[in-house]
């Protein structure tokens, strides 16, 4: 029988040494096909599939049904064809591997009770954890007799944590000799028994361990499961089994035969598979010399056991576990430090959230175990440790009765608040009543033990071995909870005990960084406002109009006549007005490819132009304030400063004839204290012109122009100068270049646009080079700036290092922006600042909790709908609802011709953040609407995460992307996949068809490349 396959007895757990086979799933000769179930076992724990992972045939020799067979023993077969198929009492095919345990049914008896006869199968008392050895048989569920079904339950025994079922895998009859109830069994010895026939059965019951000997079964098996060289000797199973062995494994009967003999399994080598220690190994070892009265000398290996007078009783299995794994942890060097956290806040965010507050103080262990794994680590025998990912917290409970359950709350790490919450009120339940499943107790990666609810002012806790820590929690007194970690100085040092506490302070008395918010932000006070706003730009009214919405006294102060900010007055809307008159001028050149002559020699008005936009802003200005006093914000024209963290005082002592001037109106000496409850900081960011010579003179001229100061232009230059190649220089250049200026626009960097993707600000940049009157320099710095308005001198150099120089009539600095803060007295509130902006997280709140910060004086995307999106978040945050601004799903246009707009993340983005991304492009040149309108520049790419099919992000260059850019927004906002894109019925003939063909290319490439 050549290529033989061995089908061997998995280990299916740790602990397991053997298994019985319970059912052939397959018959011998069948055909098995990969992934085929061909037996099932009943290891320690439980019943599991056999599965094979080869092509074969089934064949002999095979391990009848109720066999036990070692870890990795043969158990049949797998051959090549139907004609090497060998009966299942064949001899192990030549040249296959170690066929020696294929086994015949052992049974083990007890040898000096009325055992019946055509026993069918022992019901053996289960090891249903590792800590296990012995277990209390609590109520049999069928009577001697009784017919049983495979997966009945017969019995439930008491073990060391839990009440348990004991199920049966096979049919038959219950037969005595039965375990009396209330007897302690040993693990692995004989409950009771099945018969094949009714007549077979033997009424009668014994008491477990008090008299019944556990012996091997004879060696009558062919080849035999467990090959005894030395006779057998009788075992005291009244004697509880042998612990465990440190490094090891021992079978269930060496650990009873230890015990019997006094051999101390930890100086023990195995010699079973994997180095378990069989018996054999335990009958040839020395015996431990035990102490046998009091005062006897004990070996200094030896823990000596205090003798007490009295008569004691015998410890429970409760007890009895506990006294075994507490000795056990007297192996681990062990060092406690300890911190006070004040506990008030995660007490109110568990009730707000309506979890409990010890699962909350589990998460929070979680949540700091992120920036601390070791704290989740493990010793292991020997001079190893075990780096785990999961955290499964161990937290005792009280059973119903006394003595104490550990439930294991899992995956802390990774489960949210309210699955944990529902799993533990789930584990709590039935472990009062000591009903849980054996895997719900196990090996805890970490330990919780909470005292504090019994008003105990400090305490300590041991850490059982498994673990390398255990967090024992006092009740709060004035200087707060005391947190107290024993831990194991193998595994974690002093200082990484003492950090990890530390971090689990801050998240237990800041619940809100991981839990979001915990109710509503406005502290209790006798405010004049419960909330402050300062600044009337995008993100300031939106935060406004969104709490007055909800009926809170909002004030909003703003140091302009009118709200709208910087957007309004200076930026989105005045610079749409003019792209608008450009787009009109530009068309024209169209007109002629659809046959339309005479149109082609548009001539601006510019005074006409300039009483458009100025009516547009004033208009929307007007309405936009109504709007805001409709809705009941008080709106304060002053500008503002703080003076503590409660309250600012408004500058209403105007001396600027600028009402746009961003910097304080007046000298203080008129204006109002106004206390608040919570402020919002959106006062947003000026233009920032840096310390080019000549530059800031030229500001002061007016030869330098700025997007605050452009506006006053009073006719369109003939030269003109940009610098800056971000999203407002390149709109400002071709604006004037389609107004007929001749432009160059000056790039320090070797690319335009920072925060557009790559490959379409490179193909704009030509574009817009092809323009007849603009010119990018990139790479291109000023060195000065010389002259007055209207013949302005400037010094540069170029890529390659030589020096010019250019004479234009005007410069616009569009050189970024950046936000003024020195005036606004942040100190004054010990609100902190980084990189020139202030500091706020993804909820827009800064260090401060009371205080929030959105828009421009927070940097990042500096945009009117991010900072509109971020007033929003600050409201719905203050209001106590929980709301993040997340810069992975903005987007933007940049009003070029082409527009470049982007919504989420481009492949670069993507894979930075260890995403799998992927694109698909399509050329605008296919479109059939951009071929009509002559306007087949650009592209459109799809960007989608791998794994997950999901669009992460569109990007742009293409006519119309204002609008086209919708759809992305959806797609990404909604966290479309590409099959939900490509079944989207698109109108046509419509531009956006080009999405719903895109997702259909892209799902087909990714089919493609998933099959090869
Ligand atoms: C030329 C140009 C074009 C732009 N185009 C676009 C575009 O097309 N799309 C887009 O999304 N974004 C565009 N932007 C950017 C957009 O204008 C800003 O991102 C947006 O206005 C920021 O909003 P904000 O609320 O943070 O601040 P702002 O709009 O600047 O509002 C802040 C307000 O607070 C006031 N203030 C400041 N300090 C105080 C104080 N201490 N007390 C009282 N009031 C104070 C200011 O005067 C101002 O009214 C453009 C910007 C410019 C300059």
Redesign the pocket.
């Known amino acids: 029988m050549a290529d033989s396959y061995t089908i061997k007895m998995p280990q299916l757990s740790d602990t397991m040494t053997e298994g019985v086979v319970v059912s052939w799933e397959k018959n011998i000769g069948d055909k098995i096909e990969r992934g085929d179930i061909v037996a099932t076992v009943e290891t320690d724990k439980a019943i599991m599939d056999v599965e094979v992972f080869r092509e074969g045939f089934l064949s002999g020799p095979q391990a009848a049904v109720d066999s036990t067979i070692e870890v990795g023993g043969a158990m049949a077969f797998l051959v090549a064809s139907a004609d090497d198929v060998q009966g299942a009492d064949a001899e192990a095919p030549a040249g296959a591997e170690d066929a020696g345990s294929v086994g015949k049914p052992e049974i083990e008896v007890a040898a000096d009770i009325d055992v019946p006869e055509g026993i069918a199968h022992t019901i053996k008392m289960p090891q249903l954890s590792d800590t296990m050895t012995e277990g209390l048989v609590v109520s049999w569920e069928k009577a001697v007799g009784d017919k049983i079904e495979r997966g009945d339950i017969v019995a439930t025994v008491e073990t060391d944590k839990a009440v348990m079922d004991v199920e049966v895998f096979r049919e038959g009859y219950l037969s005595g000799p039965i375990t009396a109830e209330d007897s302690t069994i040993a693990v692995g010895e004989a409950m009771a028994y099945l018969v094949d026939n009714a007549d077979q059965v033997v009424d009668t019951q014994h008491s477990g361990s008090g008299g019944a000997a556990v012996v091997e079964a004879a060696a009558s098996a062919t080849p035999a499961v467990r090959k005894a060289s030395t006779p057998m000797p009788a075992v005291n199973s009244n004697v509880t089994p042998a612990p465990r062995p440190d490094n090891k494994q021992a079978t269930p009967y060496a650990r009873q035969l230890a015990a019997s003999l006094h051999v101390n399994l930890n100086t023990l080598h195995g010699s079973g598979p994997d180095g378990v220690i069989t018996a054999d190994d335990v009958r040839h070892a020395q015996p431990i010399e035990r102490p046998t009265e009091i005062g006897a000398q004990v070996p200094a290996h030896v823990m000596p056991e205090i003798q007490v007078p009295g008569h004691g009783r015998d410890m429970t299995a409760m007890e009895k576990a506990v006294s075994h794994s507490m000795s056990a942890s007297l192996t681990m060097p062990t060092f406690r430090v300890a911190i006070n956290a004040k506990p008030g806040a995660i007490i109110k965010a568990a009730k707000a959230q309506g979890v409990s507050v010890t699962v909350a103080i589990a998460k929070a262990c979680a949540v700091a175990m992120a920036k601390h794994p070791s704290i989740n680590w493990a010793y292991q025998p020997v001079d190893k440790i075990v780096e785990r990912d999961n955290i499964d917290i161990g937290m005792a409970v009280s059973a119903d009765g006394g003595g104490l359950v550990v439930p294991v709350l899992r995956h802390c790490e990774s489960r949210s608040l309210e699955e944990l919450n529902e799993s533990w009120g789930d584990l709590v339940g039935r472990a009062r009543k000591r009903r849980l499943a054996p895997e719900e107790y196990a090996n805890p990666t970490f330990m919780v033990s909470n005292m504090g609810m019994m008003g105990v002012s400090y305490f300590d806790a041991i850490p059982t071995p498994g673990t390398s820590a255990i967090l024992a929690i006092s009740a709060a007194g004035p200087e707060g909870m005391p947190l107290t970690i024993t831990a194991d100085h193998r595994v974690v040092n002093g200082a990484e005990v003492g950090m990890y506490l530390n971090t689990l302070k801050t998240a237990i008395e800041q619940p809100e960084d991981w839990m979001g918010p915990t109710g509503p932000a406005i502290p209790e006070g006798d405010w004049d406002y419960d909330v402050v706003v ?7 009214e939106d935060c406004a109009r969104d709490l007055a919405g909800h009926g809170i006294k909002v004030a909003m ?4 006549p009118f709200p709208g ?3 309004l007055w ?3 809307i005045p ?2 007005a003019w792209r608008a008159a450009a787009d009109r001028v530009r068309d024209r050149a169209h007109d002629a490819h659809l046959g339309v002559m005479g149109t082609n020699k548009a001539k601006l008005d510019w005074d006409a132009l300039e009483a458009t936009r100025r009516n547009v802003l004033e208009t929307r200005g007007e309405m936009a304030l109504k709007t805001d006093t409709g809705v009941k914000i008080d709106v304060i024209q ?4 703080f003076e503590s963290d409660h309250r600012i005082f408004v500058d209403t002592s105007t001396n600027s004839d600028n009402p ?1 001037a ?1 910097t304080p109106l007046g000298d203080g000496s008129d204006g109002r204290h106004i206390s608040f409850g919570c402020a919002v900081i ?4 000026p ?1 920032f012109v840096p310390p080019i010579p000549g530059a800031a003179e030229g500001v002061e001229s007016g030869g330098v122009l700025t ?1 605050d100061t452009v506006w006053g232009l009073d006719g369109v230059p003939k030269k003109l100068a940009v610098v800056g190649g971000g ?2 220089g390149v ?1 400002m250049a071709q604006i004037f270049q389609d107004f007929g200026t001749k432009v160059t626009l000056f790039e320090a960097q070797d690319r335009i646009l920072a925060e557009v993707e790559p490959e379409i600000a490179k193909h704009l940049t030509a574009i817009l080079n092809d323009d007849p009157n603009l010119t990018i320099m990139t790479s291109t710095g000023l060195s000065s700036i010389k002259g007055k308005p209207g013949a302005m001198k400037l010094g540069y150099k170029d890529s390659d290092g030589k020096t010019h120089t250019q004479t234009v009539d005007y410069v616009i600095m569009a050189t970024g922006k950046r936000p003024l803060l020195e ?2 007295q942040l100190d004054k509130a010990g609100i902190e600042t980084e990189n020139g902006v202030i500091k706020a997280d993804a909820r827009c709140r800064t260090n401060v909790p009371h205080i929030f910060a ?4 927070i940097g990042g995307l ?6 509109g999106q971020q007033g929003r978040v600050s409201a719905m945050t203050i209001l106590g609802e929980d709301m993040q601004y997340d810069q992975d799903m903005d987007s ?2 940049i ?1 070029s011709r082409p527009e470049a707009a982007f919504v989420g993340l481009s492949v670069e983005q993507a894979k930075a953040k260890g995403i799998d991304a992927v694109e698909v492009k399509m050329p605008m040149s296919i479109d059939a609407k951009a071929m009509i309108t002559n306007e087949t520049h650009g592209m459109i790419k799809i960007v989608a995460d791998k794994a997950t099919q999901r669009v992460i992000g569109v990007h742009y260059l293409a006519d119309h992307a204002d609008t086209l850019i919708g759809e992305g927004v959806m797609m990404v906002s909604g966290k479309m996949t590409l099959e939900q894109v490509a079944n989207a019925i698109h109108p046509h003939p419509t531009q956006t068809e080009m999405f719903g063909e895109m997702a259909r290319r892209l799902l087909s490439r990714l089919r493609r490349s998933k099959k090869k």
């Open positions: 300062i600044g009337g730009g995008p993100g300031g102060v703003n140091d302009a900010g910087e957007c200076r930026g989105c610079s749409k002053g500008y503002a400063l746009h961003r959106a006062t947003g960011a233009p997007s999203a407002i709109e005036p606004l959105v828009g421009d004086v500096m945009l009117a709908h991010t900072a933007g246009v009003f």
